[in-house]
Structure formats: structure tokens, C-alpha cells
């Protein structure tokens, strides 16, 4: 038996929508004209071309689709694009690959194209399982069409997750853990379930700030906090991160890369990488706006318009922030190995005592359920 191959992502970000969510703050786009596909997946082939030649051999071990709403392209669209990955770097047989989907019946038809085409498994953006909360969110489906949409791609797929968005105006810890266990009932292996917060240039930002939309105090969230960990516990899907829950080894692989410091390519308009070249992590971004996108990829090779090399405090505190959003914690030793230095053993000691982390017979490092909800100032303490 050889080393067990190096996690290695792909993350290609389709940026259309067919209406902008009033929470939103993606980097979607909505276009009342057709789209030119074949003009993007041209491009998107060009840009994984110009990566890999960066980045040469490595094996893809996760691809994910996002944006944005993926399920709006072609199912050729994304054969195209799965293939052009395919030529350019060697592809792991039991590679995960992840659409990201909106639950419409008229996408919902689309997913045994886009099973042929090579995903294996979908994200469902479901949102909320009732009508008036899903109105309230700007989502152009129902219940009952999410519902439907989760039940043929239960049909299409082995692996499919949806997310939920709770901590919603007016939603009360009874109803929400209501919700949730019928959640679980239909979502088999994977929840995202994220609290609904509110984002500035958003307009719920504007209406929230006018007063005229009101959401959970910062007590009640932590109590719809609180629900979810416990049901989710309970009914067999533990939060293997800060918002994620999964029966165990159903995680999403392709998360875990970004949550374990892993290296993954970034491809389309305002994708983000991380690419180790020369023993260097490269950070990099691509233009946000769909044509200039396009433009600079047909110019150039690629729409690169960051690519900032990290230092090594740089690194490791990016690995510490994300590392520490996962149950399965931290390995210090690879902080110290990254940054050149331990982390400070009295503030370490100080969390434990105030109950924030714990750490194991093996040293590993781990945020508890009652430092998840401060995990920024947790990591603050940490890093400084």
C-alpha cells in the first residue's frame, strides 16, 4: 500500500441565477438573455488549462460545481467541463463530484442528464420547508417542489445533501425542531443547515437596518443553535462542522479540502484557489463579473486577478480558522510546522478552563459545542 493520495480539489463557479435571494451575497448574476454555454464552457476549459499547466500532476479527488445555480447549465455544459478537468490532471476513480441545484421541477428533470454526464452526487438549496418562510427568503419554488426535487434526486443519486437556513424572522425553537426532523427524515446522509445572517449591500441588510425585518435576538439564536446540535445528534447526523451534519462518512469530501488546508483550483468568474507552487500557497481570485470573466479567459488563458503568495503566519492562520470549524479539530503540531512556531500553551490552557476547547490524549485540538458559537473570538485568542 502506497501513501494515501494528497486531497486535491476543483471548484467551478457557474454565476447565474434566475432571480437574486434578498440574503444572498454571492457572487451570482442575473441575465435576462440567453447565455452563451458553449462560450463559457470554451472558457472554463481554457482556464483549467492554464491552471493545470501551473499545477501540473496532481489527482482530482473532489469537483464541485457552485455558484450561482449550476443546475441551470446544460447537462452538456457540465460533461464539457468534468471532460476538460479529465485531460488536464488525472481524475480518482472514486472522485466526488457535487452539483449544486435549485429545487425546481424544471432543473429537478435535468439530474439524470447530469448523473451521465458524471456527477455523483447534488446539493439541493431547499432552503426553508414551508411556504411562507420560503416567500420570505425570495425562493421561486414550494415546499411541495423541494420535496419533489429531493425525491428524484433520491432516485438519481446515491449521495444528495440540502441546506436549510434557519434563526428566520418570527421562527420559534418548537417550530424549527419540527422542521428539522422532517429535514432528517428526507435527507438521508447530509444536512447544511446555516443561520440566517444578515449581509451588508444585501437587501435584507437595508430592510433589517430600517427595522422592517426582525430576526432572532442573539439568545434565541443560540437556542436554534442549540436545537440543531442536539436533534441533529440525536436522529444519527452529528455536525462534523460548524454547519454542516452527516452520518458518518457521508461528508462532503470537497468541503473537508478547504477545511483541512488542502489544495484545491479555482475556475470561473470569482473563484478562489489555493495552489502550492515551488513549496509557496499561492491565494488566488478570479474577476467576479461574468463577461469580464470571459474577456480576460479568452485574452489571457485565464481570469486571474489575484495571486498572492502566503506567508508562513499567513498559512497558518488560515488553517487554524478553518481547521477549527471542524468536531475533528486541529493537529497543533502542523500549526507549529506551518507558521514556525508552537501555539502559546496558556491560552490554550485558559480555553480549557473556560471550556471552549479540549484536547485529546493525542494532542489534537478541538472547539467544544459551547465555543462553536464564539469560535471567532476562540480563534483570535488562539492566533494572537
Known amino acids: 500500500m502506497g501513501a494515501e493520495t494528497p486531497a486535491f480539489g476543483v471548484y467551478v463557479h457557474w454565476p447565474f441565477c434566475l432571480s437574486k435571494c434578498p440574503y444572498c451575497d454571492f457572487n451570482s448574476h442575473v441575465r435576462h438573455a440567453a447565455i452563451d454555454e458553449e462560450r463559457f464552457a470554451l472558457a472554463f476549459a ?62 429537478a428533470t435535468r439530474f439524470a442528464g447530469y448523473r451521465a454526464a ?67 427524515d428526507e435527507a438521508a446522509e447530509h444536512l447544511s443547515l446555516y443561520q440566517l445572517t444578515i449581509e451588508e449591500g444585501t437587501p435584507f441588510f437595508g430592510l433589517h437596518r430600517a427595522g422592517k425585518l426582525k430576526t432572532p435576538d442573539e439568545a434565541l439564536a443560540r437556542v ?52 502550492d507552487i515551488g513549496g509557496i500557497r499561492h491565494a488566488t481570485a478570479t474577476e467576479k463579473r461574468p463577461e ?14 489575484t495571486d498572492d503568495r502566503l506567508n508562513s503566519e499567513e498559512r497558518a492562520d488560515e488553517f487554524l480558522l478553518m481547521g477549527l470549524r471542524l468536531a475533528e479539530g486541529i493537529d497543533p503540531k502542523r500549526y507549529a510546522a506551518l507558521s514556525g512556531r508552537p501555539l502559546d500553551p496558556r491560552r490554550i490552557a485558559l480555553l480549557r478552563e473556560e471550556g471552549a476547547i479540549t484536547v485529546d490524549a493525542g494532542g489534537r485540538l478541538r472547539v467544544t459545542q459551547s465555543g462553536f458559537p464564539v469560535l471567532d473570538a476562540v480563534v483570535a485568542d488562539l492566533a494572537a
Open 224 to 275: 436554534l443553535y442549540d436545537v440543531t446540535q442536539e436533534t441533529c445528534e440525536k436522529l444519527g447526523l452529528p455536525a462534523y462542522e460548524i454547519s454542516n451534519h452527516a452520518r458518518p462518512g457521508a461528508e462532503c469530501r470537497h468541503n473537508l479540502v478547504y477545511w483541512r488546508g488542502d489544495e484545491y483550483a479555482g475556475i470561473g468568474p470569482g473563484a478562489h484557489g489555493r495552489l
Open 118 to 184: 458524471g456527477v455523483n452526487r447534488v446539493s439541493l438549496g431547499v432552503q426553508a420547508l414551508d411556504d411562507a418562510s420560503l416567500k420570505m427568503l425570495g425562493r421561486l419554488h414550494s415546499a411541495r417542489e423541494a420535496l419533489d426535487a429531493v425525491s428524484i434526486a433520491r432516485r438519481s443519486f446515491d449521495r444528495y445533501s440540502f441546506d436549510l437556513i434557519y434563526a428566520r424572522p418570527d421562527q420559534t425553537p418548537e417550530a424549527w425542531a419540527a422542521e428539522l426532523r422532517h429535514a432528517i
Open 46 to 107: 481554457r482556464e483549467i488549462a492554464t491552471t493545470a499547466a501551473r499545477i501540473p500532476g496532481r489527482e482530482v479527488t473532489s469537483i464541485f460545481l457552485g455558484g450561482g445555480t449550476p443546475s441551470l447549465m446544460q447537462p452538456a455544459t457540465v460533461g464539457a467541463v468534468l471532460d476538460a478537468i479529465g485531460r488536464h490532471w488525472t481524475v480518482g476513480r472514486d472522485v466526488e463530484v457535487t452539483l449544486e441545484a435549485n429545487p425546481t421541477s424544471v432543473e
Open 292 to 305: 469580464a470573466w470571459l474577456m480576460r479567459v479568452e485574452a489571457n488563458g485565464h481570469g486571474l486577478i
